[in-house]
């Protein structure tokens, strides 16, 4: 288990830490030792515990029993400063940056030097020349982080790290907002960085990155560390079975499609957000019974808007959505829903779900006015407690207890909480949204086989996701949208360059 | 953080640690009244035997209860749905004139039992009134609801004032009160309740609207965790972005809730102007709007803590008065500062014991 990752003495050991959260026990004695100038991955499902063991090495929790040591010195992390002291840098999966400030302003964040701003300025630039030229970090230090592209904030972000003499650097999901061609893009520098003696830690559920970049890698299962491996020795089967405690099929098997009738046509859709920006840019398409079809994109390119005016959340500024032919005009989500179209939404924990309720209460949210639930305006809680079960039952959703508090389901039997509910009313249409966020590996198998089955079962389904392999693997078509517009559609044995180059807007 | 996830059973949640809070403010106003010089365990013999010594003392603390059910009652239902009605003071003072306007026009004709039906509609009416324009302009405009309903407290009682003086008031009378209800206008009172008993109501105002709180407690458990409406309001309260999701109307539902909010308010006169003064008086309310935001907050917006709580309240109101009159150095400003101070262990603070109850439960289960 204590496998040294590299030929290198460890920069940072952790011996025996242990942490449990009530009775959960998050971290079951850990010991890790990452090499000095490599870079380590940890890969392991929500809830296998890397989170609790990164916020433990950076200062956010502290470990009940175990040891840290960093260069070989025992320390003791108390907080977040101290971290930074012991030359330990964080890069968060959501970037913790001052929007309406400049990249020089954000790196001297909370490293000032004194009360007067003018020397600290002098120095910061001076410093972020020095690092630019080290590293291969070129950023304009005077542009607006609001006017930067996700994958130069990102740049930013390490920049603040090493600003503060980081030798050890954490990246939490880091590729989550980019492109490909971005995260290609930060594998060169962090690889700049790993032959310049930095230490890397990089924390993924992505199996090809953790192939394409990393020395050695460590794989976490239900808070313990189940192995260690040199990246080179290992294959991402045998990854996923370690992640997974069991064998997983990662490519979903799939019949031809048997395209029926359009059942859902959307014509010159135009959708503005809050601000009055417009997300969506006159957008047309159609999905037939009996196929799937998934929108690609970079997230924030307008597919969660388009989503939500599908599903009658935001109102469309002008354009027409046909459901069987017929406009549905300013149709409510209720209203859809009589029509025939269920939503599983792109965020469970604010959509999706009330996550304070009771399992049986998110069981019906959108249906409650269902005569099977009741009739006239009572609840009939017998009925809904039963029809929950059998959802639960069917869905294999664990812990098998209607009773229990949905915040207390792990992010993959939420969604499944969802899934149940959309699928079990046997709709027309399914809108499906990010099905697969935060979900992990059994439960994204067990997801994907019920949408391939809803498309067998001759219903139109609508896949948006930002996880490209999601996308390729189940559409019949790919629909690929930048800046609010469909740039293009491919079949879905399209490959990922020609993919990625329309996901960053460049046509091919 | 790591403590707040772990469940406890609800005999902790719901028993122990409300107890131990109640405990603590108790000890606190113990040492606020030793520092004036008086002795605290004679001081609580005063407040408990005020409040519960005698026929008449249980009497007075049940009739403040019942006024505090029915406005916690009020801001519990409002709560759930996510609205934080500030304005039952004003709405139950604007539900006395429904229910004066009923015993006025009624009493004349028939007993009182014929009266009463049409006063709770008529109060909750009035009551609801009240709060639908601050409902309306939440729904519909985004103003918010604390602002509106505040604000409508002030309209609510200068209306008042007005009409009392210049419409309702006795002709050749100066009290800005309405003519005195005849027994067809009048809530009876429970004697016969406290003789079950063996107790003596004596002059103690303690009346029929009490059961008609207990009916209403029942009707907002049943509105809350049994109807499809209770379901919407309550998805709406948590998740305002998961009520949308579910095609929940969110004007519809602040209104309803408000309408049912204001109406519980309401009702709040008929304790106090058809059961005790059997007038309508200028100021009857008399706070009790604000003690149903403590009621509701301590009793967790659920009817049986919020029957509990308002008890609880009518202890403290009663038993105070009685104090302060045995205690002269205890003034009623100082049986407000013990009032605060139940309001700020059990209410605001209500979670500064968890931990340690969490760590205790643990080790006592050996987990």
């Given amino acids: 288990m204590n496998l040294q990752s590299s030929a290198n003495e460890p920069a940072i050991e952790l011996v025996g830490i242990d942490k449990k959260f009530g009775t959960v026990h998050a971290n079951k004695n850990i010991n890790l030792s990452v090499g000095k100038g490599s870079i380590h991955g940890i890969i392991g499902e929500n809830g296998a515990g890397k989170s609790t063991l990164m916020s433990i090495l950076y200062g956010f929790y502290h470990a009940d029993e175990g040891e840290i040591r960093i260069q070989g010195r025992p320390v003791t992390i108390r907080d977040s400063q101290a971290a930074i002291a012991a ?169 031809d499609a048997n395209p029926g009738p359009v059942l859902l046509s959307v014509k010159n859709l135009t959708v503005k957000d809050g601000r009055g920006v417009t997300m969506v840019d006159d957008v047309s398409f159609d999905v037939r019974a009996g196929e799937i079809v998934g929108i690609a994109g970079v997230a924030g390119n ?92 069917k869905y294999d959703i664990r812990p098998p207890n209607a009773r229990l508090k949905t915040a207390n389901f792990s992010g993959g039997n939420q969604q499944k909480i969802v899934v149940a509910r959309e699928i079990e009313r046997d709709p027309k249409m399914l809108l499906v949204g990010q099905p697969t966020r935060g979900v992990d590996i059994g439960a994204i198998e067990f997801i994907h086989r019920r949408i391939i089955e809803m498309r067998g079962a001759g219903k139109a389904v609508l896949l948006v996701s930002v996880e490209l392999d999601e996308i390729r693997s189940l559409s019949d078509r790919i629909l690929v949208m930048f800046a609010g517009k469909v740039v293009g559609e491919k079949t879905s044995d399209a490959d990922e360059q020609t993919l990625g180059l329309m996901m960053a807007g460049i046509a091919a | 953080m790591s403590t707040a996830s772990v469940p406890l059973p609800a005999w902790i949640n719901y028993g122990v640690i409300p107890l131990l809070n109640l405990i603590l403010a108790f000890l606190f106003s113990g040492l606020v009244v030793w520092a004036i010089g008086e002795n605290p365990l004679e001081a609580l013999n005063f407040l408990i035997q005020g409040a519960l010594g005698r026929g008449d003392a249980i009497g007075f603390t049940l009739f403040y ?27 139950a003072y604007v539900g006395g004139l429904g229910a004066a306007l009923v015993a006025l026009s009624l009493d004349h004709y028939v007993p009182w039992y014929v009266t009463m039906p049409f006063a709770v509609v008529g109060a909750a009416l009035f009551g609801a009134a009240w709060a639908f324009i601050p409902a309306w302009l939440q729904a519909k405009r985004g103003s918010h609801i604390v602002i509106t309903t505040i604000m409508f407290n002030f309209i609510g009682a200068a209306l008042m004032v007005y009409l009392l003086v210049n419409v309702f008031i006795v002709p050749g009378k100066m009290a800005p009160e309405t003519r005195t209800f005849l027994a067809g206008g009048q809530l009876p009172k429970l004697d016969w309740l406290m003789a079950l008993f063996g107790l003596k109501l004596g002059p103690a105002p303690f009346n029929v609207s009490f059961i008609i709180a207990l009916v209403m407690c029942y009707l907002v458990w049943l509105l809350i965790w049994r109807t499809k409406l209770g379901y919407e309001m309550r998805t709406l309260g948590i998740s305002p972005t998961a009520a949308v999701y579910a095609g929940i109307p969110y004007v519809r539902t602040v209104i309803i809730a408000m309408l049912i909010s204001g109406g519980l308010a309401g009702m709040m006169s008929l304790n106090a102007v058809m059961g005790a ?65 139940v309001i700020f262990f059990a209410g605001a603070l209500e979670y500064m014991l968890r931990p340690a109850m969490v760590r205790l439960y643990q080790t006592a289960t050996g987990k």
């Avoid at chain 1, 910061?124 to 005077?142: F, H, I, N, Q, S």
């Avoid at chain 1, 209203?335 to 939503?343: D, I, K, M, V």
């Avoid at chain 1, 269902?370 to 609840?379: E, Q, T, V």
């Fill in chain 1, 87 to 255: 030359g330990i840098g964080m890069v968060h999966q959501h970037f913790m940056l001052v929007e309406n400030f400049t990249v020089l302003e954000n790196v001297m964040l909370g490293a000032e030097g004194g009360q007067l701003l003018a020397k600290g300025v002098a120095g910061a630039r001076k410093e972020l020349k020095r690092l630019e030229t080290d590293y291969g970090l070129d950023v304009d230090p005077d542009a607006l982080i609001e006017e930067l592209p996700v994958g130069n904030q990102q740049r930013v972000e390490i920049l603040k790290a090493l600003y503060r003499g980081a030798d050890i650097l954490i990246l939490d999901e880091p590729t989550g907002v980019l492109t490909p061609a971005e995260a290609d893009h930060l594998f060169r520098i962090l690889q700049v960085l790993r032959d310049q003696g930095k230490t890397i830690i990089l924390i993924t559920h992505k199996l090809r990155e953790i192939m394409a970049i990393t020395d050695t890698v460590s794989v976490m299962r239900r808070g313990e560390m189940v192995a260690t491996r040199k990246t080179a020795e290992t294959t991402v089967t045998e990854l996923a079975e370690l992640m997974v405690g069991r064998r997983v099929l990662l490519r979903v098997e799939k019949g």
């Fill in chain 1, 302 to 393: 307008g597919q969660s808007e388009l989503l939500e005016a599908l599903a009658g959340i935001r109102k469309p500024v002008s354009g027409e959505i046909l459901i069987d032919g017929k406009p549905v005009g300013a149709a409510d989500p209720a209203a859809l829903r009589q029509l025939g179209l269920a939503h599983i939404p792109e965020d469970r924990h604010h959509m999706g779900l009330v996550l304070k309720f009771e399992e049986y209460e998110n069981s019906i949210l959108g249906y409650h006015h269902d005569p099977r639930y009741g009739r006239g305006s009572m609840l009939d809680l017998d009925a809904v407690r039963k029809s929950a079960e059998e959802q639960i039952e």
């Fill in chain 2, 65 to 91: 209860a019942t006024s505090f059910i029915f406005t916690g009652l009020s801001v519990a239902v409002a709560f759930h749905a996510g609205l934080f009605n500030i304005g039952s003071e004003g709405q």
């Fill in chain 2, 277 to 341: 003064s059997a007038r309508l008086q200028v100021e009857f309310v008399a706070g009790a709007g604000f003690v149903g935001i403590a009621v509701s907050l301590m009793g967790r917006s659920h009817p049986v803590g919020i029957v509990l709580a308002a008890i609880l309240f009518g202890i403290l109101y009663q038993g105070g008065a009685d104090l302060s009159f045995e205690m002269p150095n205890i003034t009623r400003d100082m049986i407000v500062v013990i009032q605060g101070l």
